[in-house]
């Protein structure tokens, strides 16, 4: 199904109906039951095979092939992917530099095509260089950081609605979940390109981490996952608290009464 493949005979054809039914409902359910785990690594895998079942193409295909080959033709697409580099290396590619020539030689407009799809993707920037983690108690920290949209927003290919931002807040190893958010970004906050704030409460375990890892991720568009650290080593947390003292008891002189 994912791979678009037709299927011969009435036994798999009917399977496949169930598929296209039901499968992007399961995947769904299973990715919310993840989250509702608190199992980030789990949670990331099954966001990622949603994501698939509903574009019906697979992670590693170009994201481009989102748009349709209506809007991108299918032969840059294709070129892009034949070359081994990674996704995010093509936001800093850039026309006037002709980083875009070898899938388009001599064919400046096609060049400005790519460009400009490559910033249509749904993708948001975290701002962890200017993420505030203030220690609460020993145990507890909170945490407030700015996302902040960082594509161009056309309704006709994201939707009138707007999109879908998941905010993850994950201990060092990404396996435990420590905090998750679910936003829906209006299309006039992404056409300003509008600052969006969080705040959550996380918990720090002892020993204390040297870092937390946050992704941000438009639910249902390949290839929009962006991460950052947060740094905890320059973050200090109050000292263990001490031992309850037992007092001294005193006796009173006069009435041999015992005073503490």
Not at 177 to 201: C, G, M, N, W, Y
Not at 244 to 259: F, I, K, M
């Amino acid at each position: 199904y994912i791979s678009g493949l037709s299927l011969e005979g009435f036994n798999l054809m009917s399977e496949l109906v169930y598929v296209k039914d039901s499968a992007l409902r399961i995947a769904k359910a299973l990715h919310d039951i993840a989250l509702c785990r608190g199992l980030a690594a789990t949670a990331r895998r099954l966001l990622v095979f949603y994501n698939q079942v509903l574009r019906r193409q697979w992670s590693v295909m170009s994201p481009l092939r989102q748009f349709g080959a209506a809007h991108v033709p299918l032969g840059l697409v294709q070129r892009m992917e034949a070359r081994p580099i990674e996704w995010e290396a093509y936001y800093h590619f850039d026309v006037e530099r002709g980083q875009f020539a070898d899938f388009a030689p001599n064919d400046l407009d096609a060049q400005e095509l790519l460009y400009a799809y490559v910033h249509r993707v749904p993708r948001f920037d975290i701002d962890h260089e200017h993420a505030v983690l203030q220690p609460l108690t020993r145990s507890k920290v909170r945490c407030e950081l700015v996302v902040v949209p960082d594509f161009e927003f056309d309704a006709d290919l994201h939707g009138a609605g707007g999109v879908e931002l998941l905010l993850t807040i994950e201990d060092s190893d990404g396996q435990k979940l420590l905090h998750r958010e679910s936003v829906f970004v209006k299309p006039e906050d992404l056409q300003d390109q509008k600052p969006i704030a969080f705040t959550a409460l996380l918990r720090v375990p002892d020993p204390k981490p040297t870092h937390f890892f946050v992704r941000a991720a438009a639910v249902g568009w390949i290839g929009s996952e962006t991460s950052a650290a947060l740094d905890l080593l320059s973050t200090a947390l109050p000292a263990p608290a001490q031992p309850p003292r037992s007092l001294p008891t005193y006796a009173n002189g006069d009435d041999g009464a015992v005073l503490e």
